[in-house]
């Protein structure tokens, strides 16, 4: 098939009428003609395709978003998620994990400025990390970043915040649903009790449990915590049974109260071995970044654990 002209032309081949002038095309069949608007250059592109056996298949591509000022969209995204730029095209830049910034997204698309909509609140960004205590130290030295709200913990046990980029594009970071699966396993909860708990697919978090059981690297320490699942764990920190207590959040050279209570005063192995357990030296070491809430399913999660070690 062949085409004198792209404009204004009309073309009939293989049976086709190709009308340009109204951009549409007509079959002619034994019982009349089938009218429909069609671009021609996407018929003749299909054509080629088809000819050399290309596949047709729709591919989804990536998520591009308008940016007013692109230098600093791209030091936001670099800063607060590790985003490198991997194809640049000037306006248009690429980054690492499929996500596209666009800048004079209204001349491109033929959009008027006052049409354009940088807080519609009608969809969100979503990235997740195995390090939400790490992604959170990094946030909170930026406090020019405006936050929907504070971390909080979802009903399906999911930490996570919400924020703004500089455009207003809204941003969800949460903790990886697996690392969610892994503290309850590490907790002593079973594959039924995860399931409900995380209201996640029993298949999925059977897959999860699989893969942490052949991890191999469950460290529970005295008080019940499994310290693999600790942000500082192998880089901060080798865990409370290898360092002997002398973990990263007390004084160089001191030994965590906890464990120097069970171990060296006391001689047991864990505090499930002791009937005072969970006593007032829990209560003095918790974690400051807990809600009451957090930190009493935390303290029960900590006794299960001890319970089934």
Not at 83 to 112: M, P, R
Not at 146 to 160: I, M, N, V, Y
Request: contains cysteine; charged residues 30%; aromatic residues 10%.
């Amino acid at each position: 098939m062949k085409m004198s002209e792209i404009f204004n032309t009309t073309v009939v081949t293989d049976g086709i009428i190709y009308d340009n002038s109204e951009r549409k095309c007509c079959f002619k069949t034994g019982i009349g003609i089938f009218s429909f608007r069609l671009y021609i250059i996407a018929i003749l592109s299909r054509r080629k395709i088809e000819e050399k056996g290309m596949d047709m298949r729709m591919k989804y591509s990536c998520v591009l978003i308008a940016v007013k000022d692109m230098e600093k969209s791209l030091r936001f995204y670099k800063e607060l998620f590790g985003q490198e730029v991997t194809l640049d095209l000037g306006d248009n830049k690429a980054l690492k994990d499929g996500l596209v910034l666009q800048a004079h997204f209204d001349e491109l698309a033929g959009f008027t400025k006052e049409t354009m909509k940088y807080r519609s609140n009608t969809m969100e960004l979503y990235f997740e990390t195995e390090d939400f205590e790490g992604f959170m130290e990094v946030l909170d030295a930026h406090p020019e970043v405006e936050r929907l709200h504070d971390a909080k913990t979802f009903p399906w046990l999911q930490r996570g915040i919400r924020i703004f980029d500089p455009d207003g594009h809204l941003i969800e970071v949460s903790e990886s649903m697996y690392s969610v699966a892994c503290g309850l396993f590490a907790s002593g909860k079973d594959i039924a009790e995860t399931t409900e708990l995380i209201q996640h697919p029993v298949d999925l978090v059977t897959i999860w449990h699989e893969e942490y059981m052949k991890s191999g690297q469950r460290d529970f320490s005295v008080c019940g915590t499994d310290c693999t699942t600790c942000y500082c764990f192998g880089e901060m920190c080798a865990g409370c049974n290898a360092c002997s207590g002398k973990v990263f959040h007390v004084p160089e050279g001191q030994t965590c109260a906890i464990y120097d209570c069970t171990v060296n005063s006391k001689g047991y192995k864990h505090c499930g071995e002791c009937d005072a357990a969970p006593c007032e030296i829990w209560m003095k070491t918790r974690d400051p970044k807990f809600t009451d809430e957090e930190f009493d399913e935390n303290v029960r999660m900590r006794m299960e654990a001890l319970q089934n070690i």
